[in-house]
Structure formats: C-alpha cells, structure tokens
C-alpha cells in the first residue's frame, strides 16, 4: 500500500488520543518530512523500499528521494544491500527472506549524509491461507455482486493481525474485433485495401493491484481463525464479465504495524486533514539517528507471508450478467474522400484512433453519423473505436502463465 504524503501536523501523537484545538489552515507552515515505504517478508524475493519526502498541499508530483544508501541488516550482522532501480525506489541486490527469530532493522542515509533506523523487527507469527472461496452477496450498500472470502486458520498464537495484498487478472474479450484491418494502398491513398490483421486482438488479459488497505484481526476471538471478506467485486464490474482471477497475499503482522497502518487508513479516509477532529501527527518505527526531535514517516514491517490463486466466472453467479465495456465505443464511417475532394480515410486510418470493424454494406443499423437514410456521405467501411477493435489497448494478447480457463 502507498503511503500517504499528506502532511499531518498538529501537537500531539497519534495513539495519544490528545484533544486538539480546530486547525487554520492558512498558519499552518510546511515540513519537510521523510517518508519510507518498507518491507522484507518470509518470500525468497528482492524486496523494495520507497523513499519520498512531504511536499505542500498543492504540489502536483511526489518528491522522490534519490541517492540514499539503503540496506537492511540483521542481528547476526548479515548486510542486505539495496541499489536505487528508479528514482526513490531501491532494491535488495540479491533475493533474501525474513526467518523466524531473526530481528531485522532497515538503515538508511539521505545525500546530504542524514541517517535514519528503524526499530528492530522480527516476524511475529505464521498462519497460511487455506482456502478461497466465493459467494453471491449484497454489500452493506445494497449493491449485488459477489464476495470473496479468505479462510485461514493457525496454531501459532501470535498470528492475530492479518494484512491483505491482492492482484487481480481478468479476460478481456473485444466486443468489434476483426480479423482484417484497412490500410491505405502503398502508392494511392485514394485506395483503401482490406486485408489480414495479423496483430489485433480479441482476447486479452489484464491486471491490477490493489490500491487499498484491507486488514482484519482474531485477537477477541477464542481461535486463530480466520474468515474474512477480502474483496467484493459489484455483478455490473466488466473484471467479472467473462473469467477473473485473484492472487492473493496474506501478511501476518505485529500490533505495531497493525495498527499504524489502520490508523494511516483512518486520516487518509479524512476528506479534510485540517479538520478539528485532527488526531495527530502519525508516527511509525523509523526514527532520524541525527536528531532525535525529526519527524520521520513510515513503518518498517517483517512479515510472514502466505499466497494462494483463486478463479471464478460471472456467469457461475449471475446467469444474466452484464458489464459495460471498460472503454467507450464511437462507430463512424468516414468517406475516402470529402465534398472538397480531400482524402478523408487515409488519414484516419493512419491515426489509429479508429480501425476497421466490418464493410458499410454490413452496416446493422449503427449510429454512425454520417448516413442521411440514403447512405450518401458515408464511406465504404465501418470503423470503431480502437480499444472495442483491438483489446491490446486495455490489456496483453499473452496469456498469463498460470491462467487455467
């Protein structure tokens, strides 16, 4: 999950639950604050730390920190490197994984020679996913749609605090795909040639991460057992129109680090931080080695981790399912050539933007904007938008693969 750069200043810490005085926002002064994003899991991977700095409220990009020295060590003094691969992200140089009963702490030194740990971290407990399933719900909104539940169980006592990641791969099927293309003749462009696309497609795949907090717990319950509603995907999302998969990332977390990140989820839901119900300045684990008085933002997190993949169609849920095209669809039919005799299609076609769906003659009664009812200022093919002819626009013809239809 991104960390959120808005800049949360008050007097008091957050798990103070202080009373705080109504903020103004025109006095209250900019901070430049450091902000890292980190992690290392019970996954053999190179794993990643992300380094920003605040920026004002009207800033249109994040301040990237680049040049830091970043690495992770543990207590047995075994130094885990990290290399900056892009600005502000850095990557361990070699695949690592946390191991139980290690302590691990992240280190990290800005260019201009600032230093900053954090607290030493340990993995706290160990729990896999045993199961995925699915199920035809209404969400508290009333919405219809299906709700995917995660069930794990463990006999590690300390597994009581749960962060979920998922990624999502979903078919696509391009609702005005041809197999033929038009394209100009080589020496006139008052000829257009149909011929073999040999590069659109009709099915595609796409993927998305999730971009939101999801977490649960177990700590009042009598057993280390989870049952938990992961996601709820509404029956009109185009991500269940045809075949849908989830990849899905249970994390076991400390307390801390529970509930820092609820807590982040907390002012991050806030449509205005300066606010008079403002809690706080949100603290993590990593601390400046500098000046011990300096802000720092971010939470340093060991975890052990469990994944599992999960399939499902629409239609096992839905019989009448329907789902918008996740892009608009614009038909035309340009002429070769207009009223002043100037060539119209070539161009057109050159462009992209539209690519050829079926001949005019085909037409089935498509608002295509340009017929009288005598078919007289229409072009011989009927072109559409590009993303509804060739779904390469929203996603890859490559199937994944793990993908099982």
Not at 135 to 158: C, M
Not at 200 to 223: P, R
Not at 294 to 317: A, H, Q, Y
Not at 351 to 360: E, F, R, S
Request: charged letters at 25%.
């Amino acid at each position: 999950m991104k960390l959120k750069n808005t800049i949360i200043i008050i007097c008091a810490a957050i798990f103070l639950n202080a009373c705080i005085e109504p903020v103004n926002i025109e006095g209250i002064n900019y901070k430049d604050f450091i902000a890292v994003e980190a992690s290392v899991t019970s996954e053999v991977k190179k794993h990643t730390v992300k380094i920003t700095r605040t920026s004002t409220l009207d800033a249109k990009e994040t301040i990237k920190e680049s040049g830091a020295i970043v690495s992770v060590e543990d207590d047995s003094q075994n130094i885990f490197r990290f290399i900056e691969t892009s600005n502000g992200e850095y990557e361990s140089e070699n695949e690592f994984k946390a191991e139980v009963g290690k302590a691990y702490t992240l280190k990290i030194t800005t260019k201009d020679g600032k230093a900053y740990a954090s607290s030493a971290e340990t993995i706290t407990g160990i729990a896999a996913i045993d199961e995925i399933t699915a199920a035809r719900e209404f969400n508290s909104l009333d919405e219809e749609g299906v709700q995917i539940y995660v069930q794990s169980k463990s006999e590690d006592e300390n597994a009581k605090y749960f962060r979920y990641e998922y990624e999502e791969t979903y078919k696509i099927r391009a609702p005005y795909y041809s197999p033929n293309k038009a394209i100009p003749h080589p020496f006139t462009d008052e000829v257009i040639l149909i011929v073999p696309d040999l590069e659109s497609a009709e099915i595609c795949y796409a993927t998305q991460k999730s971009n939101k907090l999801v977490q649960t717990d177990v700590a009042n319950l009598s057993s280390n057992e989870v049952d938990f509603g992961v996601r709820f995907i509404a029956r009109d999302n185009y991500i269940i129109r045809h075949r849908y998969s989830i990849l899905l990332k249970q994390n076991v977390q400390s307390f801390e680090a529970y509930r820092y990140f609820q807590t982040l989820n907390e002012l991050s839901s806030i449509e205005n931080v300066f606010n008079q119900n403002q809690p706080g300045f949100l603290s993590g684990n990593i601390r400046s080695v500098n000046d011990p008085k300096e802000k720092v933002i971010g939470f340093f997190e060991v975890n052990s981790v469990s994944t599992k993949r999960f399939f499902l169609n629409g239609i096992d849920f839905f019989t009448d399912i329907y789902a918008d095209y996740p892009a608009s669809c614009s038909f035309g039919a340009p002429p070769v050539k207009d009223m002043a005799d100037n060539v119209v299609l070539a161009g057109i076609l050159r462009a992209g933007t539209l690519v050829y769906y079926k001949d005019y003659a085909e037409n089935l009664g498509l608002d295509l904007g340009c017929d009288n009812g005598a078919g007289e200022g229409c072009g011989p093919y009927v072109l559409v938008s590009k993303a509804c002819g060739d779904c390469r626009v929203l996603g890859s013809e490559v199937k994944p693969d793990f993908w099982i239809d």
